[in-house]
């Protein structure tokens, strides 16, 4: 089992970024996680469902954070986090296709990798096994009183521009990662995930779009 589990923006300003989602998408902040001050970062995030979005924002010079901001002239996507079930075999099969691990974490409730960008491309996926099953410890203790689906319900996908769409599909297929996503051509910014489908309770809403962070968010 794969399944898109948490997305990730990094921004300049954490706190308008995660004001315009909650305002405009119903969202309740769940959690600020210390733990991403070991990447330099600060966090907040939001549950949709059992799904989960998240901000983040550098707290000092020199993070991967920043660097993405530098790179890509602002804000915009950061990172696709995905539930497995067999953290192990996935990691196998993955060291058979040449893909480094950049961030290894072995919790009791958790364990997660994070994979070279460039051995995927496009973004900065991670796979994580959370124990029990359906459990998210990176979401904190109280996200499941927290969840509200008034405006939209669940996360149904990640649009990622790359510069080559089909090889960079074909990779993502290779590596058994092609869950929840599709490529399209990358923009003058360059490489990365650039937008988010969120599945709206109100179906009146359908069809909506909202540029928030450097990533735009369609309602379907």
């Keep these: 089992m ?22 405009t998408l119903g969202l309740t902040v769940c959690f600020n996680d210390p733990g ?6 600060h966090n907040a995030l939001m549950v949709i469902g059992d799904q989960f979005l998240e901000v983040v ?20 996507g950061y990172m696709a986090i995905y539930e497995v079930d067999d953290l192990d075999g996935q990691l196998e099969h ?3 296709h040449d893909t480094r691990i950049i961030w290894a974490g072995d919790f009791p409730t958790i364990r997660g990798r994070h994979l070279h960008p460039r051995d995927v491309g496009g973004v900065i996926a991670s796979l994580d096994q959370p124990v029990p099953q359906g459990s998210w410890t990176w979401a904190g203790p109280t996200w499941q009183p927290n969840q509200d689906v008034s405006v939209v319900a669940s996360i149904a996908g990640v649009t990622v521009g790359a510069a080559d769409p089909a090889a960079m599909s074909a990779r993502w297929q290779e590596l058994g990662l092609r869950t929840a996503v ?5 923009g003058e910014r360059g490489e990365g995930l650039d937008g988010v489908d969120l599945v709206a309770s109100d179906r009146d809403r359908v069809g909506e779009s909202h540029d928030i962070g450097g990533v735009t968010f369609t309602l379907v």
């Design 2 to 23: 794969i399944r898109l589990r948490q997305v990730a923006l990094v921004a300049h300003d954490l706190d308008a970024v995660v004001g315009e989602l909650c305002d």
């Design 36 to 41: 991403v001050g070991e990447f330099g970062l």
């Design 57 to 76: 924002s550098p707290t000092k010079p020199d993070t991967a954070g920043g660097r993405l901001l530098d790179k890509r002239n602002g804000d915009g």
């Design 94 to 96: 993955l060291t058979a």
């Design 182 to 186: 599709r490529f399209v051509a990358a």
